[in-house]
Nanobody
Framework: QVQLVESGGGLVQAGDSLRLSCVASGRTFSRYAMGWFRQAPGKEREVVAARDWSGISTHYADSVKGRFTISRDNAKNTVYLQMNNLKPNDTAVYYC??????????????WGQGTQVTASS
């Protein structure tokens, strides 16, 4: 079991930037795929960005492509989500998750506690 803890959320204005962090502890972290998801009230949890262990394969939701970037620092057991030009529709609780499979968009079962991101107009 890998324990995940997100941080970095907050209340910002539309157009601002935030960087979310997810620190992993427990089992070996190096070769897990990592994903960022978000869930707004009344909506299903959706994948925002995902990255394999090497960084060769990445996935971004169409709604955030070009604005968000997922990255990873294996030495620190940390994955990041850089969010630029935030929009009100980005408001949600953001979660990180890990998996060991090859398909980046499905199969996540291990989650952090979430961090709130609010972008006001």
């Amino acid at each position: 079991q890998v324990q995940l803890v997100e941080s970095g959320g907050g209340l910002v204005q539309a157009g601002d930037s935030l960087r979310l962090s997810c620190v992993a502890s427990g089992r070996t972290f190096s070769r897990y795929a990592m994903g960022w998801f978000r869930q707004a009230p009344g909506k299903e949890r959706e994948v925002v960005a995902a990255r394999d262990w090497s960084g060769i394969s990445t996935h971004y939701a169409d709604s955030v492509k070009g604005r968000f970037t997922i990255s990873r620092d294996n030495a620190k057991n940390t994955v990041y989500l850089q969010m630029n030009n935030l929009k009100p529709n980005d408001t949600a609780v953001y979660y990180c998750a890990n998996k060991s499979g090859m398909i980046l968009t499905i199969g996540y079962a291990n989650w952090g506690q979430g961090t709130q991101v609010t972008a006001s107009s």
